[in-house]
């Protein structure tokens, strides 16, 4: 069945109508086969995703998107991870100049990982390849992914025999900076991910400046160290981490140099004395770029952070008072300057978060402050008139018909232009969304 087929035929029949209600009714055959056909179906919808996306990529731009690209576009709109988003967004752009492999793809003869890699292939083969071998080693790789028992190990050994095949006078594999990748994804349970591919030098320095930062380390009564060689890496490159933002050279961003910042209500640090932390004059304040959040804390790339965690890292901080409604609005720091100070961005991170516009969030570090009714037009600087947006959305409100007013509980609305909705509803900004909401 091609992907312009009735799509929902498969799903029609008695048994996987019983599957929806009451799976614990079918027979162990009608139960298998139901998983094997609903497989079959989500494979069909992902490739018409894809297809969809790529014409979404091609053809729309970004005033009727509201978002730089169409990653960050099919990322607000669903349950999508921006990472996910993006390989979707490129699985379709790339399918447009490789019909072979779309053709594949859209008949679900090969998975959506396959055709990607067949796909990164044919656009980057071999610096030795002839461009008349291309052909063949196309479809040598779309026989190795076809079938049920294909598998991403047998695609991935063809490529390496291929690129053994066509190896020429440039750099090994082991030398090539080109193929470095370097992948750090948040997790569900709010961790970090890191995953990389680096060039040997590259390696090399690595290791070598993890080497001395991951010794195991015996107590003083000489007991053995018991962290895993895994766990006295991950402490090393921490404190690897932890030096070189300590030590000034790492650039500036938002016209600070870059540090850990940590949002939090002082009252909740104080609420157990630890740190001997004091809350100034009985008002709420936050830490070095802090904001309260009803009882939690948190960090402007990783998000949510626990109180406990919060008190530890407090115990290092610079406390600097931004005096919070109860909205957990910024009250105005009475500067007017045609400039953000500081002490106003601080302000804009403690209500923004990050990009206010809707379904972005986009990390603080990438914002800067935006006038609501322009410095030129003698629009003030004070935080009424200003929200935090990424460059992307900066350019988008100084070059489009979306609109931002402030609400009554002094946070920005947006009014999307009558292209995106007639009726041009204000729409809360990103950290104020329902969750659910794009």
């Given at each position: ?123 980057r083969p071999p610096k030795g390849m002839p461009d008349e071998a291309l052909d063949g080693c196309r479809r040598a790789l779309l026989l190795a992914a076809t079938g049920p028992t294909a598998n991403t190990d047998a695609v991935r050994a ?51 400046a993890l080497s001395g930062l991951s010794k195991p380390r015996p107590a003083q009564d000489g007991t053995k160290d018991e962290r895993t060689p895994g766990q006295r890496r991950a402490d090393g490159f921490t404190e690897l981490l932890r ?196």
């Amino acid at each position: 069945m091609g992907i312009g087929e009735d799509i929902q035929g498969a799903l029609s029949d008695e048994i996987l109508a019983t599957a929806v209600g009451d799976a614990w009714r079918l027979a162990e055959a009608e139960l298998l086969d139901s998983v094997v056909r609903v497989s079959e179906e989500i494979q069909r919808l992902e490739a018409l995703r894809v297809k969809l996306v790529g014409a979404v990529d091609h053809r729309c731009h970004v005033d009727v998107l509201g978002f730089p690209n169409a990653k960050m576009w099919l990322a607000s709109k669903t349950l999508l991870e921006v990472g996910a988003a993006g390989r979707i967004v490129m699985l379709g752009r790339g399918l447009r100049f490789q019909p072979e492999i779309a053709d594949h793809f859209f008949h679900t003869n090969i998975s959506a990982e396959h055709a990607a890699l067949v796909m990164k292939f044919c656009e980057r083969p071999p610096k030795g390849m002839p461009d008349e071998a291309l052909d063949g080693c196309r479809r040598a790789l779309l026989l190795a992914a076809t079938g049920p028992t294909a598998n991403t190990d047998a695609v991935r050994a063809v490529i390496a025999r291929l690129e053994r095949v066509f190896e020429s006078d440039d750099p090994p594999p082991s030398e090539d900076t080109e193929r470095n990748e370097f992948h750090a994804s948040k997790t569900l349970n709010g961790r970090v991910a890191v995953k990389g591919d680096l060039d040997a030098v590259t390696g090399e320095m690595l290791l070598s400046a993890l080497s001395g930062l991951s010794k195991p380390r015996p107590a003083q009564d000489g007991t053995k160290d018991e962290r895993t060689p895994g766990q006295r890496r991950a402490d090393g490159f921490t404190e690897l981490l932890r030096r070189y933002l300590d030590s000034g050279v790492a650039g500036e961003e938002g016209g600070e140099r870059p540090h850990v910042s940590l949002h939090v209500n002082v009252k909740d640090l104080v609420d157990h004395g630890d740190c001997g932390a004091r809350e100034p004059h009985g008002a709420p304040a936050t830490g070095e770029g802090l904001f309260a959040v009803d009882g939690v804390a948190w960090t402007e790339w990783m998000g949510p952070l626990s109180i406990t965690a919060a008190r530890l890292l407090s115990c290092d901080s610079i406390v600097t008072p931004i005096v919070l409604d109860g909205n957990g609005s910024p009250l105005d720091l009475g500067v007017s300057t045609r400039t953000v100070t500081k002490r106003q961005r601080k302000a804009l991170v403690a209500r923004d978060r990050g990009c206010a516009f809707p379904g972005c969030g986009a990390p603080p570090s990438w914002c800067e402050g935006h006038h609501i009714v322009h410095w030129s037009k003698s629009g003030p600087t004070d935080m009424d008139n200003l929200v935090l947006l990424c460059g992307c959305h900066h350019r988008l409100l100084h070059h489009s018909d979306w609109e931002i007013e402030m609400g009554a509980d002094r946070h920005p609305m947006f009014i999307p232009p009558r292209q995106v909705d007639w009726e041009r509803k204000p729409i809360p900004a990103h950290n104020r969304a329902r969750p659910g909401a794009a």
